[in-house]
């Protein structure tokens, strides 16, 4: 399985104030990290900037912030080009999406991911050949097949902030 994982869920894994989502974020992007990481893409990656610098009730500094994003460079990273953006714009409207979130799932394609972990769009919905799972529905046997072989073998390290 080729995971895309979206904004919400990085920033949830350094949310302190998020509660048990952000402990599943924790475990997910750790599970991740072991099977060799997921794809995202440079939006998720400026999405995730923004919003942990400036949105969490705790922001982290831009140098912690910048940091954690080289870790994840690591990681597959899709760059919107023309094709993805004008891709999108026809996701929006044969899927009825908002266009974020259309960018977001025509780079999870172009990526060649298989799932689209995201507590944005509709759970279990597939879109142009990608299943959406909500990272945050512990009844999904998918999350339970990505936390179960990614835990087992124990902490990997993983650009993490000094508030994780």
């Known amino acids: ?14 949310d302190n104030a998020a509660g048990a989502r952000h402990e599943t974020a924790r475990l997910l992007i750790r599970a991740l ?19 942990v610098t400036r949105r969490i009730p705790k922001p ?19 760059h919107a080009s023309c ?6 714009s026809e996701m929006q409207e044969r899927h009825q999406l908002a266009f974020r979130d259309a960018l977001i799932v025509a780079a999870a394609v172009q990526g060649g ?26 009844t999904d046997p998918t999350l339970h097949q990505l936390l179960g072989n990614g835990i087992a073998g124990g902490r990997a390290a993983y650009p993490e902030s000094p508030n994780t």
């Open 33 to 51: 990290w072991q099977q060799g990481g997921a794809v995202l893409s440079t939006q998720v990656l400026q999405e995730f900037y923004v919003n």
């Open 1 to 14: 399985m080729k995971a895309f994982v979206d904004t919400n869920v990085l920033l949830y894994a350094y």
């Open 113 to 138: 991911a298989d799932m689209l972990l995201s507590g944005d769009l509709n759970a279990g919905q597939i879109i142009e050949g990608v299943r959406v799972v909500d990272p945050f529905d512990e």
């Open 60 to 78: 982290l500094s831009p140098v912690a912030a910048r940091g954690i994003l080289g870790g994840y460079c690591a990681w597959q990273v899709e």
């Open 83 to 88: 094709e993805t953006v004008l891709r999108a």
